[in-house]
């Protein structure tokens, strides 16, 4: 009996087990700052407290943090990387190796101890090294307390001191930040200007500065009463007399932090009818006043517009700040240039804000899928900008036939360009900044697009929706995002992923002939001349013009799409990906086909679409004019 009992056991905690291997799990932290910040020597003190919590079913022994300004010193892996780029961002360029003593960027660690007790580390580049007294098993949690110095580098990259606009301080990548341990391990990569990954957690940030500056950034302000400029109702720069002020900020399950000050802002807030608070902070000046006063009402309408197509968003605020070197996305707040005209300060304000989505709540490895950060907001953006544009709140009336025909513009002079590398490239390894920024920007906006055309628009829609609500809060991969479409559409999508993110096989499909095919019907013939299959779409007009649609599923797809934007398929016979070419029967004879196109909605990124639409005169085929 006890042996049944021990097998039984052993046979649950088998399974346990397993189960722990297989499910996600995600780590926690809890961050307690207190940042004391002398803006004459550009100089500040922190005493930094950690609780962090290991979910993961393994030991750590060793933990890492990021010290990003480490990044902004002569010889550092971001000026070396820079330099050997063959297309440099002209923002860094050379600049870093020549900054002096008093221009630089550092963190310098004076102490740190776990659970009170010293620990060893080492400070290698931008990445802290930590070796435990004691490793932090599985369930427990440890606190890691600190006290480091820092100095806040010239304004070269996102972060950094008195920007090109003026601004005296954007406060990004500013703190020693733990890196994030998941699924695949560590993530304690160099700082060399890309992109980041962060533990989801609490920060409780209090920053004591010149009661001259106003701060805006991440969280919630809790002495808003106390501090003044503009929180509370006050439009005053400062409401009492003290040298210093100290801003207490809290941000629940965010996985960054980030603020801004200067002592020359303007503080405008606006409540949407949802109760969400807009903040809006920028420099007035004839450059940006009557832009960034136009600003709350069109971001309205742009909330509106992403809580219905994306998920609602789930803060009480959201901060729009000037500063930085162009925009840049953090929890509940952007960084942005802000001496633009009204159409660029409302795409760069939309752009960030979508970030809020894809970034900062599905909180993606964006250094390892920086597609499903960058491509999936350009998407998201584009949608957006032409939804304001058609309904009037950027000007006149302007209707926009394809949101996304720039980022397929942007595609195929990345497929052409002999540079092109597969979309999972890491994104500090690209060999160039131009195959970094069309794969991720550009690709991977065509990627979503294009998915709504394989699945079909009301599947799609649906999906991204589903994705929001499994997905907020965690960090899903490639993969977690294609089964949610598999799920919505009942369709096996796997291949597309392979095909488009993991290589750089590319689509071209063509119309090669048109025959008789008996007293009443027609062969169209047609060509896959690329190395990526794909569905194929085809409207056929006849004489009276009416519209005749047909959809050629792929048989690793398992099935077909339903309607799509309002086009009510038949369904053809599967085509094998094996096969080169694939034969149409049309019932209709020749003489009564107007004209014949794939892809009517121009949704594939077909690099050769001169073949892709035909005319049908007396019996044969004319390709389409295509304007100058």
């Not at 970094?436 to 991204?464: C, E, H, R, T």
């Amino acid at each position: 009996m006890n042996k049944i009992i021990t097998s039984l056991l052993l046979t649950l905690i088998a399974i346990v087990s397993l189960t722990a291997q297989v499910d996600r799990w995600q780590q926690h932290v809890v961050y307690n700052m207190d940042i004391d910040f002398d803006v004459e020597t550009h100089q500040f003190t922190g005493k930094q407290e950690i609780a962090y919590t290991n979910n993961s079913p393994d030991d750590l022994k060793r933990v890492f943090y990021h010290l990003y300004f480490n990044a902004f010193q002569p010889g550092s892996m971001m000026d070396v990387r820079s330099q050997s780029l063959p297309d440099a961002d002209p923002r860094v360029a050379s600049r870093i190796s020549t900054l002096k003593d008093g221009e630089i960027g550092y963190h310098k660690i004076s102490s740190l101890k776990q659970d009170g007790k010293d620990v060893k580390f080492e400070v290698v580049g931008t990445i802290l090294e930590v070796e435990l007294n004691k490793s932090i098993k599985p369930g427990e949690t440890t606190k890691l307390k600190m006290e480091f110095n820092s100095q806040v580098p010239i304004q070269i990259r996102r972060s950094g001191r008195d920007n090109a606009e003026g601004i005296s301080y954007s406060m990004t990548q500013w703190y020693p930040k733990l890196c994030e341990y998941d699924y695949q391990g560590w993530h304690a990569n160099p700082y060399i200007g890309r992109e980041f990954h962060g533990i989801w957690g609490d920060f409780d940030v209090s920053i004591t500065i010149s009661s001259d500056y106003t701060i805006g950034g991440t969280g919630y302000l809790q002495n808003a009463k106390k501090i003044g400029h503009g929180y509370n109702g006050d439009k005053s720069k400062n409401n009492s007399k003290d040298k210093t002020h100290t801003w207490k900020f809290k941000a629940p399950n965010v996985h960054d932090f980030a603020w801004a000050a200067d002592a020359d802002y303007t503080h405008n807030t606006f409540k949407r009818a949802d109760g969400v608070v807009m903040h809006m902070i920028y420099q007035e000046s004839e450059k940006t006043k009557d832009n960034w006063e136009m600003l709350p009402e069109i971001m309205d309408k742009a909330f509106d517009f992403i809580n219905k197509k994306y998920g609602k968003y789930p803060y009480d605020q959201y901060t729009f700040i000037q500063g930085g070197d162009g925009g840049m996305e953090y929890p509940m707040a952007t960084l942005i240039t802000g001496e633009r005209s009204l159409e660029s300060l409302v795409g760069v304000s939309v752009h960030e804000l979508m970030h809020s989505w894809y970034q900062m709540m599905m909180g993606t490895n964006e250094a390892l899928y920086a597609w499903m950060d960058e491509g999936f907001t350009s998407f998201g953006s584009n949608e957006t900008m032409a939804y304001l544009r058609a309904n009037g709140f950027l000007g006149p009336k302007k209707q926009t036939e394809n949101a996304q025909q720039r980022s397929y513009a942007g595609y195929r002079n990345l497929a052409v360009s002999g540079v092109e590398e597969p979309m999972t490239t890491h994104a500090d390894h690209f060999n160039t900044n131009f195959a970094y920024g069309q794969a991720a920007y550009s690709k991977g906006s065509v990627y979503l697009n294009q998915l709504s055309y394989i699945i079909g628009q009301k599947d799609f829609d649906a999906g991204m929706l589903a994705y929001y609500d499994n997905w907020k809060f965690k960090h899903p991969n490639p993969n977690d995002f294609i089964r949610i479409m598999e799920k919505q559409s009942g369709l096996e999508l796997d291949w597309y992923n392979e095909y488009w993110v993991q290589t750089t096989k590319v689509i071209d499909y063509g119309i090669e002939g048109l025959e008789s095919a008996g007293k009443k019907e027609t062969k169209l013939s047609l060509a896959k001349n690329g190395t990526m299959p794909m569905p194929i779409d085809i409207v056929v007009t006849d004489k009276k013009d009416k519209k005749h649609y047909y959809t050629i599923p792929l048989r690793i797809m398992r099935g077909s799409k339903n309607a799509d934007r309002n086009m009510d398929f038949e369904v053809m016979p599967d085509w094998p990906w094996t096969n080169p070419t694939y034969d149409l029967i049309l019932p209709f004879k020749i003489k009564k086909i107007k004209s014949i196109e794939i892809d009517p909605t121009a949704r594939i990124a077909d690099l050769n679409v001169e073949n892709n639409k035909v005319n049908v005169i007396k019996g044969e085929m004319k390709k389409e004019e295509t304007e100058e």
